[in-house]
């Protein structure tokens, strides 16, 4: 079987998956607690990683455009372009990157141990849907604590940039704020909310997917995780790029 027909049927496979969550949770949504304990935990899991990571992407960010706007001396629009590139294109997608291998390679483990130790049998034999008693809950828990996570992130790149605006280039935070509203419009805005909503959908669907769809053993977990980090950085990628072409049609940027 090629690679290629490998990542044709993790496409189907996570795609029904998809609609089966959907059609499960328009049917019931009885775990609401559960959902919100799912998204609280997610959240402050990774809470301070995100922020971490996202206070430095706003610093390269910022760094790497000090050094090319000094030449043209067009400093004082420093803080609006590192602000709307960080939010339109680079922040989403790295903190993504890093929420994909945190986020999904916990939930995949988590999930693949109930699959092969039959936890996810017994509730199957108990008369309760596995899909709405525990893909359900952890799927949205996952959407959630993944936008609010990506929105805590971009906030944070921008403390990121002000600091490092004032270190290398010397740049009141006044003056760095001054033309953010400037240059980062409505697009730059709508950008980043719509990509950091897909990829939450994507990281949740891959995630619980390959969890869910773990056949074996402790080693068959261990290769379900890797091929869920993996697989989920590829998507992401690919989602990136589709939102970016749609976002650029619809709006006509």
């Given amino acids: 079987?090629?690679?290629?027909?490998?990542?044709?049927?993790?496409?189907?496979?996570?795609?029904?998956?998809?609609?089966?969550?959907?059609?499960?949770?328009?049917?019931?949504?009885?775990?609401?607690?559960?959902v919100f304990n799912q998204t609280l935990h997610v959240f402050w899991q990774s809470l301070l990683t995100t922020g971490f990571a996202g206070f430095f992407v706003g610093a390269i960010m910022a760094l790497q455009f000090t050094l090319q706007m000094e030449v043209f001396s067009a400093l004082s629009y420093l803080g609006g372009l590192v602000t709307s590139a960080t939010v339109r294109e680079v922040g989403p997608l790295l903190i993504a990157f890093l929420l994909s291998g945190k986020i999904g390679a916990f939930t995949s483990a988590e999930l693949g141990t109930m699959k092969v130790s039959e936890q996810i049998d017994a509730i199957r034999c108990l008369g309760a849907d596995p899909i709405e008693e525990v893909i359900v809950p952890r799927f949205f828990g996952i959407v959630l604590a993944s936008f609010f996570?990506?929105?805590?992130?971009?906030?944070?790149?921008?403390?990121?940039?002000?600091?490092?605006?004032?270190?290398?280039?010397?740049?009141?935070?006044?003056?760095y704020i001054r033309h953010v509203p400037t240059i980062m419009n409505g697009f730059s805005l709508t950008s980043g909310v719509v990509k950091c909503f897909s990829f939450s959908l994507v990281i949740a669907t891959l995630c619980t997917y390959r969890g869910y769809s773990v056949r074996g053993g402790a080693k068959e977990v261990g290769e379900g995780v890797v091929q869920a980090a993996t697989q989920t950085m590829i998507s992401l990628v690919l989602a990136d790029w589709v939102s970016s072409l749609i976002l650029e049609e619809l709006l006509n940027v």
């Fill in 1 to 34: 079987m090629t690679i290629i027909t490998k990542n044709l049927q993790v496409l189907g496979g996570s795609v029904g998956f998809f609609i089966e969550i959907m059609s499960s949770s328009a049917h019931t949504f009885r775990n609401r607690e559960e």
């Fill in 149 to 175: 996570l990506l929105t805590v992130g971009l906030m944070c790149s921008l403390f990121g940039g002000i600091l490092m605006a004032s270190i290398f280039a010397g740049i009141p935070w006044e003056q």
